[in-house]
């Protein structure tokens, strides 16, 4: 990770500096790679960020889910943000994490892990510095994108998490906390 070692407290740190930097515009993003291209979401989103590992895989899900993982008691739903954008499935490195992120979605919060092959930064990012999503040119669908973020070496793609996963997928993923799935990532 380039010397950058994010951990808890780091997030903690940035969500706090969202939060006082919104009058200003200014927004913390966590940074990470995904074939070959720069992504962003809002650290208020990023709960942790954890080792890739210890995926139990679940029988007739759509191939972009992965499978859940036991975090700390809870089962977490895991999505291939790759294969989700319709590239295939994510090859794992020794860099490759899962990002543990709070989706909401009208009146509900979602906890899922996203397979990322490496987090590089969080960066503050005026508003200034972000352009709508094009209408193409883009390799994922433009309502996925909640903008692109211009930086010294080039574009951040701010995903728009509600967008990523349908209503109904997410609440499909919803009933991963019953026990079969319980039962599921504990082994």
């Not at 650290?43 to 899900?61: A, F, K, Q, S």
Request: with cysteine.
């Amino acid at each position: 990770m380039s010397g950058l070692t994010l951990n808890s407290g780091a997030i903690s740190g940035a969500r706090d500096s969202a939060q006082a930097g919104k009058s200003g515009m200014v927004s913390q993003y966590l940074i990470f790679s995904l074939g070959g291209e720069l992504f962003g979401v809002g650290t208020l989103r990023v709960r942790e960020i954890i080792e890739y590992g210890n995926i139990t895989t679940v029988p007739m899900m759509p191939g972009f889910m992965r499978g859940v993982i036991n975090l700390r008691g809870a089962v977490v739903p895991v999505i291939d943000l790759h294969a989700r954008f319709g590239r295939g499935k994510t090859e794992v490195s020794r860099r490759t994490c899962i990002v543990i992120l709070e989706v909401h979605n009208d009146d509900d919060t979602f906890v899922l892990g996203i397979i990322v092959d490496a987090v590089s930064a969080v960066r503050q990012i005026d508003s200034t510095q972000i352009e709508p999503p094009p209408s193409f040119g883009t390799r994922i669908r433009a309502d996925f994108i909640d903008g692109m973020a211009k930086i010294s070496s080039g574009f951040v793609i701010l995903l728009n998490l509600g967008k990523v996963l349908s209503v109904d997928e997410l609440s499909a993923l919803n009933g991963f906390g019953g026990a079969d799935a319980t039962r599921a990532a504990e082994h």
